[in-house]
C-alpha cells in the first residue's frame, strides 16, 4: 500500500522555481520525510529531508506544515541538468531502519 | 572511498541460466540492500540485511537469494533466470543515525547492473 502521492511529471523552464507537493496523510508519529533525486541510468541520489517546518541545503529547501500530511520540495532556479525523477520516501509500515518505500516519483523535465 | 559498487553493469542471460551480481561498499555500512527497476516504474525491495550474516526478504524475493558473509560485501543470486527478472538492479547501503527517527538513514546506491534473460 503506497504511503505517498505525488504527482507523475511536471515540466518547466530554465530558471524557474519548482515546487513538487507529496501527500502522506497517514504518516506515523516518528517517520521522517526523505527525498532523493534518480538520473537516467544512475541509482537514486539523497536529496534532503525532514521532520518538520522548514529544511533547506545547497540544493533543496523542503517545506513541511504542522499537521506533517503533506511536504513539498522546491528547486529554487533549476536548470537542464536538474531533469530528473524525484522521490519522496517513507519508512515502510512496521518496517526497520532504511526500508523505505520507492514509489514512481515525479518526473521533472526542464525545457530551455 | 568508492562508495557502492556493482559488476557486471550489463549482462545477458538465456532462460534457465543462473548468475551472482555483486555488490561491494567501502562505508561500514551495517544495512545493505538489493532493489529492482523496471521501465518507468519506482525501486521494489529483494532483500536487505541489516549486518553479517542477517538476511531479510523484501516485497519481491521469488526467483532471488542472498548472502551477506562480511560487511562489505552483499551478492545477489538468481537462480534459473526468467525474462520476468530482465530489469536494473540496483544495491544500496546505509548506517543507522544513532537517535534518529524511522527512515532517517541516508541510503547509498550503486551505479545499477542492467540485467536482459531473453
Known amino acids: 500500500l503506497a504511503k505517498t502521492t505525488q504527482p507523475i511529471s511536471m515540466d518547466s523552464y530554465e530558471g524557474q522555481e519548482v515546487n513538487i507537493t507529496c501527500s502522506h496523510n497517514?504518516?506515523?508519529?516518528?517517520?521522517?520525510i526523505t527525498w532523493y533525486q534518480q538520473f537516467p541510468s544512475q541509482g537514486p541520489r539523497f536529496i534532503i529531508q525532514?521532520?518538520?517546518t522548514k529544511v533547506t541545503n545547497e540544493v533543496a529547501s523542503l517545506f513541511i506544515p504542522a499537521d506533517r500530511k503533506s511536504s513539498t520540495l522546491s528547486l529554487p532556479r533549476v536548470s537542464l541538468s536538474d531533469t530528473a525523477v524525484y522521490y519522496c520516501?517513507?519508512?515502510?509500515?512496521?518496517?526497520?531502519?532504511?526500508?523505505?518505500?520507492f514509489g514512481r516519483g515525479t518526473q521533472l523535465t526542464v525545457w530551455p | 572511498n568508492a562508495g557502492v559498487t556493482q559488476t557486471p553493469k550489463f549482462r545477458i542471460l538465456k532462460i534457465g541460466q543462473s548468475m551472482t551480481l555483486q555488490c561491494t561498499q567501502d562505508?561500514?555500512?551495517?544495512?545493505m540492500y538489493w532493489y529492482r527497476q523496471d521501465p518507468g516504474m519506482g525501486l521494489k525491495l529483494i532483500y536487505y540485511?541489516?549486518?553479517?550474516?542477517?538476511?531479510d526478504k523484501g516485497e519481491v524475493p521469488n526467483g532471488y537469494n542472498v548472502s551477506r558473509s562480511t560487511t562489505e560485501d552483499f551478492p545477489l543470486r538468481l537462480e534459473l533466470a526468467a525474462p520476468s527478472q530482465t530489469s536494473v538492479y540496483f544495491c544500496?547501503?546505509?548506517?543507522?543515525?544513532?537517535?534518529?527517527?524511522?527512515?532517517?538513514?541516508?541510503?547509498?546506491f550503486g551505479p545499477g547492473t542492467r540485467l536482459t534473460v531473453l
Open positions: 497517514n504518516i506515523a508519529t516518528n517517520d521522517y
Open positions: 540485511s541489516v549486518g553479517a550474516g542477517i538476511t
Open positions: 562505508m561500514n555500512h551495517n544495512y
Open positions: 520516501l517513507l519508512p515502510r509500515e512496521g518496517s526497520t531502519l532504511g526500508r523505505l518505500y
Open positions: 525532514g521532520y518538520k
Open positions: 544500496a547501503s546505509s548506517y543507522p543515525v544513532s537517535g534518529g527517527g524511522s527512515g532517517t538513514d541516508t541510503q547509498y
